[in-house]
């Protein structure tokens, strides 16, 4: 058996053992676990386009939003079943991101064969449009939000999302695809003399990335049981943007760190800053956390443009060890 | 993969070591101090560490001192479920205020809920968030109210045909026009046309044209102060005489810069007035200048009625215990706020006046209380 495969159910059987222990986990922390989770798989997604592909996207958080009121509708047309209920929530995060990759192929269709900044504002463009649908769609509960009865999220489906993302990426990059996909990143026209079909490529990772970010509004969906039109603008676009910038453009493992270091860094300069061994003459520094975020992010960025975890890093090549086999 | 996540949980718990002290009442309180709406947010937060330093002033609550929790949402979505998750988990808050916004508090309160923690919110109007459960309540008047009030004191001033310009993107708008409308022909009066809006538009002279030819006494006009103001001057530009009238979206120093004396004349309804001479309003009042420099706006006023509203329940509950807080916070009668007598009704929604302004020399002034 090949080395990603058991490394894939290796970490769906760890994630089934500890969901098994979920209730004892602080619910503050097991917040944050469930968004590392959800920014994990946003992150990896992204990744695909970004990072292997080569192609700007800055509407991941539409296809996000995609995902999570498509499933959100799923569950409440539904209704609340005990019995049944994972094989609902499951149908719910497929129709979450069946659609997403169903919007990411109606943007990537004719988006795609535009480069660089073009897409970029084709994705944004895209993704504002999404939003401002739901803002004024009164079956999704338009500005008001809508609310999903059940939170049905927790650790196993969280992280077997999770492994899967990683494994699919991890796998298709490993492919003749992933051949496809680098190369159409590192020279378009090379790759179109070689008869590479660059758009093909590009369309099919816009795709895929699309499913798994819609797979990771469902589970947003049913953690957080209130989705907003405002939670999936712009700037979460650019959050998960940061997140791929920051791991490496095209480095899983570098992703994923970053995907967990961003998600508790917030929370962390929160509980500095309510530490009370802090001196007050700083305290209301460290207190407009965002600041503080805002300089690190700059700082990591001027120390690391290559990303905090570069190919060639021992961390890396250490993550690397179990994947190595399929490289 | 999973060794990822299982440093990031050492890492966590590493950064969770909370000092728990048991001689004094924790009250959670969660607000948007950075992002789009901070300047409500820090009004608001502001006012509930006024209120919280006078309580603990005056002996505390069952002789302990108050400590407030505040964290900050950054007005983003997404957050306050985390935020209401530490309170609970880590500072085990006994009770917690809630968010002005409705969309953070429909996020934050169904967490409350499930953890039989009771919340109040200052000022979420949306009739949804107190729906969420027996735990969750609001010291604000709803939607429906304000335009009730406003039907009722435009049929008091003998408009008889009224005309409405809804702002079509916001929830609070819709609302507003349409319990007016509700109220407005039920009571006699006729409406004479329908516009519409969008937040963010600078040019309304289509809509004004055709309010214009159905010559209306009235401009029935829900909107926030931004649109509000541009409206107005170009009514008058047009030569619509009218009065306006809208809702507490209004209140906005922005308004009377941006209007200058176009809405000289017209009213709005709202949860507070600084003209107010009730001793305990002005008190407030100069106490809030003293200490943050600014005039209290209506969610300052509705934040510093809330602790006190809390810290009395509290204090007849005679116990910290969540379900007695609950109990005690749900019988609250007549308790006497600087925005009104407040009584909590049977859907844990505030009955209270509604107080009507009018603008004129560059301010607001205060008008009329009416009664719920």
């Keep these: 058996m090949n080395r990603p495969k058991t490394w894939l159910l290796l970490s769906i059987l760890a994630a089934w053992v500890i969901s098994r222990f979920q209730g004892a986990i602080n619910p503050y922390y097991y917040d944050i676990l469930i968004t590392i989770g959800i920014n994990i798989i946003l992150g990896v997604s992204l990744n695909l386009v970004t990072g292997y592909t080569g192609q700007f996207s800055l509407g991941h958080a539409g296809f996000m939003s995609v995902g999570a009121y498509a499933s959100a509708m799923v569950t409440l047309s539904v209704g609340a079943h005990a019995r049944g209920e994972s094989l609902i929530f499951i149908g719910a995060l497929l129709v979450g991101g069946l659609s997403a990759a169903l919007a990411g192929l109606l943007v990537g269709g004719p988006s795609l064969r535009l480069k660089g900044d073009y897409l970029a504002i084709v994705t944004l463009g895209f993704a504002e449009i999404i939003r401002v649908v739901f803002e004024n769609v009164e079956a999704v509960g338009a500005a008001r939000g809508l609310s999903i009865p059940v939170h049905t999220t ?8 999770v492994a899967l993302t990683i494994y699919v990426v991890v796998f298709l990059v490993h492919s003749t695809y992933g051949r496809g996909f680098l190369t159409v990143r590192d020279d378009e026209v090379a790759a179109e003399a070689m008869g590479i079909n660059a758009t093909k490529y590009k369309v099919l990772a816009f795709v895929v990335a699309a499913f798994f970010a819609g797979i990771a509004g469902g589970l947003y969906a049913h953690f957080k049981q209130f989705i907003h039109p405002e939670g999936f603008g712009y700037l979460r676009s650019v959050d998960i943007v940061v997140i791929v910038i920051l791991g490496g453009m095209g480095n899983t493992p570098g992703v994923i760190i970053a995907a967990v270091l961003l998600t508790i860094l917030p929370e962390g300069l929160r509980a500095l800053g309510s530490w009370s061994a802090l001196p007050e003459a700083i305290r209301p520094l460290i207190q407009n956390r965002m600041i503080l975020y805002s300089l690190l992010l700059i700082a990591l960025m001027l120390l690391r443009p290559q990303g905090l975890f570069s190919t060639g890093g021992r961390l890396t090549k250490w993550l690397k060890r179990g994947k190595g086999a399929a490289a | 993969m999973k060794r990822i996540s299982f440093f990031a949980m050492a890492a966590l718990i590493a950064l969770g070591a909370a000092v728990y002290a048991q001689d004094e009442i924790k009250i959670g309180v969660y607000a948007s101090l950075t992002g789009g709406q901070a300047s409500f947010g820090i009004s608001q937060t502001n006012a509930i560490q006024l209120a919280m330093e006078e309580i603990n002033k005056a002996g505390g609550v069952l002789g302990k001192p108050v400590k407030l929790i505040v964290d900050d949402d950054r007005s983003t979505p997404g957050e306050s479920a985390t935020i209401v998750r530490k309170q609970i988990a880590n500072d085990k808050v006994c009770a917690i205020l809630g968010e002005f916004a409705s969309s953070r508090s429909l996020e934050g309160g169904p967490i409350c809920q499930e953890n039989k923690i009771p919340m109040i919110s200052p000022g979420s109007t949306n009739p949804k968030v107190t729906e969420i459960g027996d735990y969750i309540f609001r010291t604000c008047f709803l939607d429906s109210f304000q335009g009730e009030v406003m039907a009722r004191f435009a049929l008091e001033k003998g408009y008889k045909k009224a005309a409405i310009l809804t702002d079509e993107k916001q929830d609070y708008s819709k609302g507003l026009s349409q319990y007016f409308k509700e109220n407005f022909t039920k009571n006699g009066g006729q409406i004479v046309k329908e516009q519409s809006y969008s937040s ?46 809208g809702g507490d979206g209004w209140e906005g120093d922005a308004l009377l810069k941006v209007a200058g004396t176009s809405l000289d004349g017209c009213f709005f309804s709202t949860h507070f007035s600084a003209d107010n001479q009730d001793p305990a ?25 809330t ?62 209380n009416v009664a719920p």
């Design chain 1, 154 to 161: 927790d650790f196993f489906w969280t992280f077997l999302s």
């Design chain 2, 200 to 245: 963010g538009d600078k040019d309304f002279r289509a809509q004004l044209t055709s309010i214009k030819s159905t010559k209306p006494d009235v401009i029935f006009l829900p909107g926030y102060y931004n649109e509000v103001a541009l409206v107005g001057k170009q009514a008058r530009q047009f030569g619509i005489k009218a009065p306006m009238m």
């Design chain 2, 281 to 305: 309003v002005q008190a407030f009042i100069n106490n809030y200048k003293a200490k943050f420099g600014a005039v209290p706006d209506c969610q300052a006023a509705l934040g510093y009625d």
């Design chain 2, 307 to 368: 602790m006190r509203l809390l810290a009395q329940a509290i204090e007849r509950a005679k116990s910290t215990d969540p379900k007695a807080i609950r109990d005690a916070v749900a019988i609250t009668k007549d308790f006497s706020g600087v925005t009104g007598k407040i009584t909590l009704d049977a859907n844990r929604n505030a009955s209270k006046p509604a107080v009507v302004q009018t603008i004129g020399e560059g301010r607001f002034k205060f008008v009329e």
